[in-house]
């Protein structure tokens, strides 16, 4: 392991001011489960660790009276999957907090290191995008808001400059007849990065049997997780038919931009991206019609 400097500030302003004076030489330490593995492999120079597990704003999980819930950056994704809250209105956020790594990993693994880590796999990331999340950012030039799917940029980049921390994740309260979904397929049970995946979103009509609005992500298929709006326009005034559903995934397909590699090939990760977000935008019906 590379010797690092080791910070812990108790706010985001001293956060913020750490992170400004050493620039691209420090590194925000979440749960640690990408960025200490990335400094001991070499593949980050580190000089200073700045670990923001012990600032409230970033550790949070608050349920509003309106509805929408905020998690803080660094919120491990066992607190997340053990919120009632979260089970009960959230479900999706459960389906993928769950499923990264194992319980040692989940005990320490945040959404906003999923995100920051930016991999094009990354499996909180499309459900944040379906959910309509808004990343909540502090840095020198003050605090800024943006949607999750326009975080990242590339694999490994992202929108944050030099001294921003993400600081929260703000979900908008779920709509009446609403619900979500994600899922991933990887070769073998557990502890493998996606070769595709997809969350989707739906609200429907208050019988249940029309489309009012939906938003449908994909991930492991591009550079970046994938917001596909024109999957969601798609649904959006059809009936609940699989010939809606269909036209939905051809939409997703349609976006994506695949790469064969040592996980899959471009004509599988084509076919994964078009069962997932079938199964996706079903079991989001079904959670909808409660
Ligand atoms: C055994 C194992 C299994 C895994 N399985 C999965 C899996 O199934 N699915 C999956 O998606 N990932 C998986 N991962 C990767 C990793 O666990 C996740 O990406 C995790 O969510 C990262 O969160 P973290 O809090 O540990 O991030 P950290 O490692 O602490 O940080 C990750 C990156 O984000 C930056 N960062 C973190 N927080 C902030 C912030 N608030 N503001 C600015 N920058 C920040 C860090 O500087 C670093 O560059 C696995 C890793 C391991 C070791």
Known sequence: MQAFDYVAPSSVQEAVAVLAKHGPAARVLAGGTDIII????????????????????????????????????????AKIYNDAGVQQRFPALVDSASLIGGIQ????????GNLCNSGPAGDSIPTMIALGAICEINGPGGARTIPVEQFCTAPGRNVLQNGELLVSLLFPAPAAKSGAAFERFIPRNEMDIAVANA????????????????????????????????????????????????????????AATPITDMRGSIEQR?????????????????????
């Open 38 to 77: 990335q400094a001991r492999e070499g593949r980050r120079d580190v000089a200073v660790m700045v670990d923001v597990k012990g600032i409230a704003e970033v550790t949070q999980l608050t349920h509003s009276g309106d509805g929408s819930l905020r998690i803080g950056a660094a919120t491990s994704c």
């Open 105 to 112: 990993i989940q005990s320490r693994a945040s959404l906003g």
């Open 199 to 254: 969350a989707s979103s739906v609200t429907l009509s208050a019988d249940g049997g029309t489309f009012q609005s939906a938003r449908i992500a994909i991930g492991a298929v591009a550079p970046t997780p994938l917001y596909v709006e024109a999957a969601g326009a798609a649904l959006a005034g059809q009936p609940v038919n699989e010939a809606t559903i269909e036209k939905a995934c051809e939409a997703a397909q349609a």
């Open 270 to 290: 084509n076919h994964l991206v078009g069962v997932l977000v079938r199964r996706t935008i079903n079991k989001a019906v079904e959670r909808a019609r409660g």
